[in-house]
Nanobody, 115 residues
Framework: QVQVVESGGGLVQAGGSHVLSCSASGSIFPITEIGWYRQAPGGQRELVAEITNGGSTNYGDSVKGRFTISRDNAKNTVNLQMNDLRPEDTAVYFC?????????WGQGTQVTVSS
């Protein structure tokens, strides 16, 4: 049973920084991609950032230059460093892990940016 567990959500002031963490465990196949998506109230789930086990990264346009994703392959953990946070970054952030067979989602963690 694969478990994807997020941590680090909370309330942050605009312009501040925050870190989200995620770990994926229990997969018998390598986790090839792991990353973050977010969903604001009334909105669709969108890509924030993802990273492959080879280190390739992909960022959503709205976070490029502000957010940085990093990964520990041995532990299947990923951190999302979020800088210069804006009220429009307020959303539920979901961790997504992919082992080339199945996509696994975490339960989500709320990030609220106050103006």
């Amino acid at each position: 049973q694969v478990q994807v567990v997020e941590s680090g959500g909370g309330l942050v002031q605009a312009g501040g920084s925050h870190v989200l963490s995620c770990s994926a465990s229990g997969s018998i196949f390598p986790i090839t991609e792991i990353g973050w998506y977010r969903q604001a109230p009334g909105g669709q789930r969108e890509l924030v950032a993802e990273i492959t086990n080879g280190g390739s990264t992909n960022y959503g346009d709205s976070v490029k230059g502000r957010f940085t994703i990093s990964r520990d392959n041995a532990k299947n953990t990923v951190n999302l460093q979020m800088n210069d946070l804006r009220p429009e970054d307020t959303a539920v952030y979901f961790c997504r892990a992919y082992n080339r067979r199945v996509i696994f989602w975490g339960q989500g963690t709320q990030v609220t940016v106050s103006s």
